[in-house]
């Protein structure tokens, strides 16, 4: 961890950084982190000049951006509070998995490590968050489950949801209206021709549902 205090902006930058290499295998830009942190490029683009001057990050010039080892321990460190609080308002308190996100954003920044690990403590010690995202642990290791996106699934498979990308809330809802959560099962049909859709069905339930490729990239799931 770096002794130096992050600010709060400094420490949503570089879990920008983690979360856009978390599930993919894509570069991570400049433009990628204006983009998921809702800045200009020109203002990451300072950030990532006073985060490189910290060595949390390594940036070549209109290139690929990565964390450091120090870099990644801080992130690490936001990502856990992060999850753990989603997890907390969900169980503890009575959130739907589509409100906490915005919520544990605030929190992260204010909660003191000794109130983090009392949560966790509290929580059971939980692995994954309300959307299947890992929850790292103490030490900074993060063990994320063996899972390929929806879209990549052949019809006639039946999968388990390990994963869905929290990043637009209606989606959420719309998911748990139609019992696609984490653990589900899912049975895999042939869409319609030329759709660039994928059908499925919960496993038990008559009513398949039509899922367009931006809807199936942001679930990810395991054999069963």
Do not use: C
């Not at 801080?74 to 009575?94: I, W």
């Not at 994954?128 to 929806?150: E, K, N, W």
């Not at 999968?159 to 049975?187: M, N, T, W």
């Amino acid at each position: 961890m770096s002794n130096v205090a992050l600010s709060e902006s400094m420490q949503n930058y570089l879990k920008a950084v983690w979360g856009l290499q978390e599930w993919s295998d894509d570069p991570v830009t400049a433009t990628e982190i204006a983009r998921r942190v809702g800045v200009r490029v020109s203002t990451v683009s300072d950030a990532l000049r006073k985060l490189s001057g910290l060595g949390l990050v390594e940036h070549a010039r209109y290139g690929r951006v990565t964390l450091t080892e120090t870099g990644r321990a801080e992130a690490v460190a936001v990502v856990r509070r992060h999850r753990l609080l989603e997890t907390f308002l969900v169980q503890a308190l009575g959130y739907s998995w589509d409100e906490v996100h915005e919520e544990a954003e605030v929190l992260e920044h204010a909660v003191s490590e000794k109130l983090v690990e009392r949560v966790d403590a509290f929580l059971g010690h939980p692995r994954r968050d309300p959307h299947g995202d890992p929850i790292p642990a103490a030490d900074g290791t993060v063990t994320h489950p063996v899972a390929s996106r929806l879209t990549s699934v052949q019809a006639g498979a039946r999968v388990r949801v390990e994963r869905i990308s929290d990043a637009v809330p209606a989606r959420l809802q719309y998911f748990a209206e139609h019992g696609v959560v984490v653990g589900a099962e899912l049975e895999v049909a042939e869409a319609e021709p030329f759709s660039e859709a994928v059908a499925v069905r919960v496993a038990g339930t008559e009513r398949a549902l039509t899922l367009g490729e931006a809807t199936t990239d942001a679930v990810w799931v395991s054999p069963v």
